[in-house]
Every structure is written in structure tokens, then in C-alpha cells.
């Protein structure tokens, strides 16, 4: 391109310059860009990214040309503060709204997410102080009947995701999308002396959950919409021996999300708890979600979610089985066990025999108290 600037007379020679300096210009700025530290580099990358995503016609692309790559879609909603605007947005939930403004407020949520509130123990709405007690709030109890037939009923309100046979140590989060089964649970705990095992493989892994010769191991995801109800209820007849709380992000887990990102589940902030049935292996994991920071475990105190700080891959255990409890925490089926502060996610893994079978069609509503699926 020197030699034939060098020959370029006259008015063609300012063209020349005039045409080569934008690119010049902009790709000794992009060599500056590529020596900043990542942090750095994506908040200044940040805007130009949704800038060249938003606008129409490809308006940003000849900056391609010139030596520039968006982070992709993925990278930019990763970047995404989600656990500070969770926090905000706790904060915003918690604060009481004048009486006059309720419903107003309360009429334009049930309007948006198709909110029954004549399954509500209080069909009021002035008597929800603010958006936290009306998201948590309770049903009249012939409005869910636990089903007593010999069952695994689904633990809250919401839609069936994925369910069926753990194969190959892999989870479907939704249908085609996968995560590994030792990432979301973490390290098998024994029971016996809590000392972590280590699974040199992913069979022995699943050997040391599926505890019973001829059981399987079953799995099943439901997703909680903001509009549905946001306790979450005991599936069986089981007892808590442990609880591990994975700090992490906030993503959204809809459903349109979780086709996007893989091991969506093992990035967000999660609590475990983990026990046994009488059929051998039993966990209950509750997800996080964007503007779910907060999950409640009724019978688990020390348990605090969403804190600023956190290590990326870290995670606390915590044990119910003690020298005076050896028992750990019975759940009953249909016992009230926790909540969230908004729609999120229920993720069963249990042990049960082969002849276990699934009452469900993926993609269907439920309700808590129906039957997931029975021997």
C-alpha cells in the first residue's frame, strides 16, 4: 500500500490519505485496546458490543475489517453485574409501598405474569406490605392437595424442563444441553466420616450415589415462573443430612437462557441438600436466578445467600448429622422447606428401581402436591 500511495499525484494523493487514515487510526487504537488488562478491555469493549448486536444493518461491522472482534453473546450477558443488580433489586423488593399504591402495583404483576390470586391465603392486596411478602406469598391449603399414592410429587409450582434416566453422569438442563452431574452436586460427601471421596472416574461417581444393586438414577427440572407460587415443599419422605451452598452468578435460568449457556446450572449460585429415601440416594438443589439471590432453607439458619464476595468455584458444607442428631432433618412429603424471592429453578436427583416411571410430558405446568412419578 506504500508504493502505491508513493505514486498517487495531486488530488489523488489527498484522497489517498484521506481514505487510509480511519484505518490507520483506528487500528493503532485497537493495537492499544489489545495491551489493556481483560477487566479493562471488556469495559471498554462492553458498549461497542451491544452497539454492534443492537443496530440494524450491520452498521459496526466494517470495524471487523479493521482488526476488531465483539465479545460474543454468551461473554456480554456473562458480563452482565447480575449479583449486584439481584442486591438492588432485594433492597428495592423490601421497601413498603404506600397503601394507596399497592394495588396498583400488586394488579400490574398479576396483569404481566398471570398471577391466580384466588389460590392465595390473603386475595387482599393491601395487606402485602411490599413486593418480598407478595412474591412470598402463602396459598389457602385446599388450594394444592399432596397427592398420597406411593410418589415423587414436585416440590413447587412451575414447568417441567427435562426428566428420565441420569446417563453418563450427564444432566439434561434442558433438552440438548447438558451439564456434568460431579460439577452441579460437587464432591460426594460420606455420610459416615464427612471426609470428601474422591471419584477418580465418572462411573465411580455414579456408583457412589446409586447406593441399592438393580436402582437407577432419575432426575427431574422444573422452572419457577415470577407469576407462580415461590415455596418450595419437601418431594417424599426423606431426611436432610447435609447442605452444600455454591456461591456464584445470578443468570436468568428461563428456559430460552438455558439453551444458550451450557452448565447454566453449575455457574449460579446454588444450595444442595442431599440425604436418603427408602429407596436409597435423595437430593433437592434450588437454583438461583437473576434477582433470586435470596433462597431460604426453613430448617437451615446459618445459611446466607447472595453475599457480595465470593470465589469463583468455591463452596461450604454444612452437616445436620451430629452426635445428638444422628438422624439429620426429616422431611415428610408436602412439608414446607423453603423459598425463593422470585421464580428460579428445582433440580431432584434421587435414586429409585427400575420400574420407577415419570407421570410428565416436558414443557407441561405443574403444580405442587401433583405426582412426578411413582413405582
Known amino acids: 500500500t506504500m508504493c502505491q500511495s508513493n505514486t498517487l499525484q495531486g488530488p489523488d494523493l489527498h484522497a489517498g490519505k484521506w481514505l487510509q487514515f480511519p484505518q490507520l487510526a483506528l487500528r493503532r487504537r485497537l493495537g492499544q485496546l489489545s495491551c489493556m488488562s481483560r477487566p479493562a478491555l471488556k469495559l471498554r ?44 433489586w432485594g433492597r428495592l423488593n423490601q421497601v413498603e409501598l404506600p397503601t394507596w399504591l399497592r394495588k396498583p402495583v400488586y394488579s400490574l ?94 462411573t465411580s461417581f455414579r ?35 447435609h447442605r452444600r451452598h455454591f456461591p456464584g452468578s445470578l443468570m436468568s435460568v428461563n428456559p430460552g437462557v438455558a439453551r444458550w449457556i451450557k452448565e447454566l446450572f453449575c455457574h449460579n449460585e446454588r444450595v444442595v441438600l442431599t440425604g436418603d429415601w427408602k429407596h436409597g440416594f435423595f437430593s433437592l438443589t434450588a437454583v438461583g436466578a437473576t434477582n433470586v439471590g435470596s433462597i431460604r432453607i426453613y430448617f437451615d439458619r446459618d445459611l446466607h445467600t447472595n453475599s457480595p464476595r465470593y470465589s469463583k468455584g468455591s463452596y461450604n458444607d454444612f452437616s445436620f448429622v451430629t452426635n445428638n442428631n444422628k438422624e439429620g432433618i426429616p422431611m415428610r412429603k408436602g412439608e414446607h422447606l423453603g423459598e425463593f424471592n422470585l421464580g428460579s429453578t428445582i433440580v431432584l436427583i434421587f435414586e429409585a428401581p427400575k420400574d420407577f416411571n415419570f407421570r410428565l410430558k416436558a414443557g407441561q405446568k405443574i403444580h405442587f402436591g401433583e405426582a412426578l412419578g411413582s413405582l
Not at 447406593?211 to 432419575?218: F, S
Request: contains cysteine; aromatic residues 12%.
Open 45 to 88: 469493549s462492553w458498549p461497542l458490543t451491544i452497539l454492534y448486536y443492537l443496530l440494524p444493518f450491520g452498521a459496526l461491522k466494517p470495524l471487523t475489517r479493521v482488526g476488531w472482534r465483539p465479545m460474543s453473546r454468551v461473554s456480554l450477558y456473562k458480563s452482565v453485574p447480575t449479583r449486584l443488580l439481584s442486591r438492588a
Open 109 to 202: 404483576y398479576i396483569w404481566t405474569f398471570g398471577v391466580n390470586m384466588k389460590e392465595a391465603a390473603v386475595e387482599d392486596l393491601h395487606h402485602y406490605r411490599n413486593l418480598s411478602e407478595f412474591f412470598r406469598r402463602k396459598l389457602k391449603p385446599q388450594a394444592r392437595p399432596v397427592c398420597d399414592m406411593r410418589s415423587v410429587i414436585s416440590p413447587s409450582d412451575g414447568k417441567i424442563l427435562n426428566f428420565g434416566l441420569v446417563k453418563n453422569c450427564e444432566v439434561e438442563q434442558v433438552k440438548g444441553v447438558t451439564y456434568s452431574l460431579e460439577s452441579f452436586l460437587g464432591p460426594r460427601i460420606c455420610t459416615e466420616n464427612f471426609q470428601l471421596s474422591q471419584a477418580s472416574s465418572c
Open 207 to 241: 456408583k457412589q450415589l446409586v447406593t441399592q444393586e438393580g436402582n437407577e438414577l432419575y432426575h427431574c427440572v422444573i422452572y419457577l415462573a415470577p407469576g407462580d407460587y415461590h415455596c418450595f415443599h419437601s418431594p417424599t419422605d426423606w431426611r436432610v443430612s
